[in-house]
């Protein structure tokens, strides 16, 4: 009884490698002169850290790991992403049709998700260390938006 549950939950693995998650995996391009960086000029500091954290789910620049490829994960980490560029995507700063950036709102969300833990989201850098927000990251990332809110434009 035993292996043939075995067997079939096998069977079922590879059968489901095989239905696509949507949306599907994606890096749409992109015209990077309307991208973050070039529309808030970051510090360098600054930009490293938010590519190193934020990057993957927030921008059209994800990094797809290997098991992005497996299902059921994938379908997971697919839908992790779109949610992601949805709510703010940093590949896309400005939308098609601003000339200059005016969602100071968006901007400030930035610092608020950092200061209260909730971004990078706790099981992404589970998977990625190297997304954990250091006191000093946090620090150099809203004390910069701080600084930019205080004199927007």
Same mark, same amino acid.
């Not at 992790?80 to 968006?106: I, K, T, Y």
């Given at each position: ?31 990077a %002169?309307? =991208?973050?960086?070039?529309v808030m ?9 938010l ?6 789910? +927030? ?5 797809w ?5 497996? %299902? ?20 896309? @700063?400005?939308?098609? %049709? ?7 709102? !968006? ?9 209260? !833990?909730?971004m990078?989201?706790? =099981?992404?850098?589970?998977? +990625?260390?190297?997304?954990i ?8 990332v809203?004390? @910069? ?5 205080? =004199?927007?434009?």
């Amino acid at each position: 009884m035993k292996k043939k549950l075995s067997i079939a939950a096998v069977a079922l693995m590879a059968v489901i490698q095989f239905v696509p998650a949507a949306p599907q995996k994606s890096n749409p391009p992109f015209d990077a %002169a309307r =991208g973050f960086e070039q529309v808030m000029m970051p510090p360098s500091e600054v930009a490293a850290i938010l590519k190193r954290a934020c990057y993957d789910c +927030h921008s059209n620049e994800t990094v797809w790991p290997a098991y992005s490829y497996v %299902a059921p994960v994938s379908w997971l980490v697919q839908k992790h992403v779109a949610d992601g560029r949805r709510m703010m995507n940093f590949s896309e @700063w400005l939308l098609p %049709a601003e000339n200059e950036f005016s969602d100071w709102s !968006g901007f400030e969300k930035i610092c608020t998700e950092v200061r209260t !833990g909730n971004m990078p989201m706790e =099981g992404y850098v589970k998977l +990625h260390p190297a997304a954990i927000l250091t006191e000093q990251d946090k620090q150099a990332v809203c004390g @910069w938006v701080d600084r930019k809110m205080a =004199g927007p434009k």
